[in-house]
């Protein structure tokens, strides 16, 4: 059978035959061939916070055995790690360690155009503005 002719996903992606969109072995672990530097840390941290290590990046970070409360422990990790604050919302959305890491380059690329303009346009201090009345 075509895998993308399996039937409809359930709600964590998998389907009736137990295969993903983008996994036609059914492992989990089947898709990206590449992975960034982001996702390969949010790897390691998904598989120490679970304690598995065998996390790949298509594979669902609550199929694995997650639940908000690792997921807060997660998302504090990644706010250590990166600098970037993702909020919660973000991993429900997307629960797999490849849409993380998206949502995480996505969140460093923002941090860094800020930073820049930023840096390109000071903005006047109100307490500095107010003293010099």
């Given at each position: 059978m075509n895998p993308d002719q399996a039937g409809p996903a359930a709600v964590d992606g998998t389907r009736p035959d137990g295969?993903?969109?983008?996994?036609?072995?059914?492992?989990?672990?089947?898709?990206?061939?590449?992975?960034?530097?982001?996702?390969?840390?949010?790897?390691?941290?998904v598989g120490e916070l679970l304690e598995r290590d065998d996390v790949g990046p298509d594979d669902d970070f609550f199929v694995l055995g997650g639940n908000s409360l690792l997921a807060a422990r997660l998302l504090w990790?990644?706010?250590?790690?990166?600098?970037?604050?993702?909020?919660?919302?973000?991993?429900?959305d997307e629960p797999t360690v490849s849409g993380?890491?998206?949502?995480?380059?996505?969140?460093?690329?923002?941090?860094?155009?800020?930073?820049?303009?930023?840096?390109?346009?000071?903005?006047?201090?109100?307490?500095?503005?107010?003293?010099?009345?």
């Amino acid at each position: 059978m075509n895998p993308d002719q399996a039937g409809p996903a359930a709600v964590d992606g998998t389907r009736p035959d137990g295969t993903r969109p983008d996994d036609t072995d059914g492992t989990g672990s089947g898709g990206a061939a590449e992975t960034s530097s982001h996702e390969e840390t949010i790897l390691r941290l998904v598989g120490e916070l679970l304690e598995r290590d065998d996390v790949g990046p298509d594979d669902d970070f609550f199929v694995l055995g997650g639940n908000s409360l690792l997921a807060a422990r997660l998302l504090w990790s990644v706010y250590d790690t990166f600098g970037v604050e993702v909020p919660v919302r973000v991993l429900f959305d997307e629960p797999t360690v490849s849409g993380l890491a998206r949502a995480v380059e996505e969140l460093v690329r923002a941090d860094v155009a800020q930073a820049g303009t930023a840096d390109a346009e000071p903005q006047a201090d109100p307490a500095e503005e107010a003293y010099q009345r």
